[in-house]
């Protein structure tokens, strides 16, 4: 990705100004009523965030910019270890030089096989103090995904988490790599609590057992690596920050190359929707920092110098007695965090007056859902209504934000400042008027700051963006205030006969109906229809034992076809099979259709015995 002049961004400030004050009535004239050009979001923003743009520094620099100047404030608590900014940066210093001792080169791509550990915090920011690159890996994958991981970015390293070391054995013996650290969960733990010292007691004897410490910091000799582009890196600006990955679930796991103006400009203007927060003020983030949001946040974090509890082992499970526990003044997490959070027992006893922003990012949030979470959670007295992101780990994570009651329901908020939006008729390819098509839904495309310089495969990168927009893969409308509104995803639709099933929406109207607490519905092949839906319903607690299922399928059949097609109601429905998640806490949508697959295929079967 190419660096924007001084004269570019100059004119592009120029011109945004104008937007914004014709936006506002400032200065008078029609708007075109297309989004991408108008930018109607703008009027939301203070004049600061469209003018100001962060200098062309990697995140390292950005970071230390940030944080200099609180040399005391605590930035990470990991299981009691309380990490200050000072602290940190002697930190990340000392791995840079100890990653430079190794050989590791400017543009030298190292796999972090690791979770959320203090040494994945120091080793991103010191690969990106040398030059290097980090390909953030997650270590609970099995052996082919994490070798693909490695090979598709040509990694001629490795650090990885102790427990994922059997793993890395097998990978070497198809692929050659020095493996440069070994990291254990409490290595950054000095004053260890009962609980853990026996737990890394028990971590200690099966590394001894399996001969972990003998291959500390050696080379892992296997099959020498051939085929493989290095990553191409600007040696001037080090374009390139870190590598992520995309969750999968509907579509093939792909590479993402995050750049550092991406990373550091997301940050920066993260400051015009979560203005409340102070130096100090605690965060609970247990998203995972391989993942393109959990990355984000932890960048976000560091640099408007919060107090994060890093979560190692978090579960969603567990985020109820975590918050309970902790206390924080901001929380971040995904839909499948607050839907466990409201079944805690801890959770219901909590007191969340003390917590300023609560975020929900990573999954699209359904309007049920949505209500549900924030009247449970202002309940306890949280001090605003949910804020719900919407992004895409080609966005850095996140491209916009809905600030709590600052925006409507069901909307996504605003863009960034710093990006740019259009919305195509999916028939016409024309872009959509956000003044008078009202809540017509169409193609999102995207572009600006926050986006990737693309996939670690390059034909991958050109099936999504093209004239520098992304396509998304989404669904949605714009209203005349800038608010964008997210209805579905296009890998989500398919034709049932000769009628479309726009999946999403059909889920949020049987998600809308009493006693239904999530709905899933994939699609399965059918021998007239060629695709039907299948329904997998999970009811809550209070009426799974009393609810008459036959007359809920009616219920849900009227509600559906009242406003969508009769190919749209579930042609099966499913109330024992329980909904599968990835690790990262979203729905595994092509395991579902898997499993829908062969429950249709098993229940044929049986019919076809019962015919003979």
Known sequence: MATISDLEINEQIFGDLYLRNLSLGIIQGPPTGKASLDKPWLKNYPEEAITSYVSNESIYE??????????????????????????LLEKIDATAEKLKKSGIEVGECVALVLPNVPETVYNVYALNKIGAISCIIDPRQNESDILRDMKHVNATACISIDFAMKKIKNIAKQYNFDLLDMV??????????????????????QNVLHGNYSLKKKKMCGCVKNGFAFINNNNNDNDVAAIVHTGGTSGKHKGVMV???????????????????????????????????????????????????MMSIASPKTFGADIFKLKPSIIYGGPIHYLQGRKSKKMQKADLSHTKIAVSGGERLGSKEEQQNNDFYCSLGMQDELYNGYGASETSGV??????????????????????????????????????????????????????????????????ISDGWFATGDIGYMNSDGELFVTGRKKRQFVS?????????????????????????????????????????????????????????????????????????????DFTTHIEYTPNGKVDFMKMEKIAKSLVEEKKGKVKVKEK
């Not at 600030?403 to 710093?418: D, I, L, M, Q, T």
């Open 259 to 309: 750049s550092n103006s991406a990373l550091n400009q997301t940050v920066h203007d993260h400051k015009y929707i979560i203005d409340e927060v102070k130096v100090g003020d605690t965060i609970y983030n247990p998203l995972p920092q391989f993942m393109s949001y959990g990355l984000t946040t932890m960048h976000l974090s560091l640099c408007n110098k919060l107090h994060m509890y």
């Open 399 to 464: 491209y916009s934000v809905k600030k709590g009651r600052h925006n409507s329901f069901g909307s996504v908020g605003y863009p960034f400042p710093k990006n740019n939006i259009k919305i195509l008729d999916p028939n016409t390819g024309e872009e959509l008027c956000y003044l008078t098509d009202g809540k017509k839904s169409g193609d999102i495309y995207i572009t600006g700051a926050s986006m990737m310089v693309g996939y670690d495969d390059d034909s991958e990168t050109e099936k999504v």
């Open 62 to 87: 950005y970071l230390k910019k940030c944080i200099s100047s609180v040399p005391d404030v605590v930035l990470l608590d990991y299981f009691g270890e309380k990490i200050t900014a000072k602290q």
């Open 184 to 205: 254990s969960l409490f290595d950054s733990v000095s004053k260890k609590t009962p609980q853990v010292f026996l737990l890394n007691v028990f971590i200690t004897l």
């Open 497 to 573: 006969g000769v009628d479309k099933v726009y999946v999403p929406i059909v889920e949020d109207l049987i998600e809308n109906i009493s006693g239904v607490e999530k709905c899933v519905i994939v699609p399965v092949p059918d021998d007239e229809l060629r695709k039907v839906p299948y329904a997998f319903l999970k009811l809550d607690d209070e009426s799974f034992a009393t609810t008459d299922i036959t007359e809920l399928k009616k219920c849900i059949s009227v509600a559906v076809q009242q406003k969508n097609s009769v190919s749209s109601v579930p042609k099966y429905f």
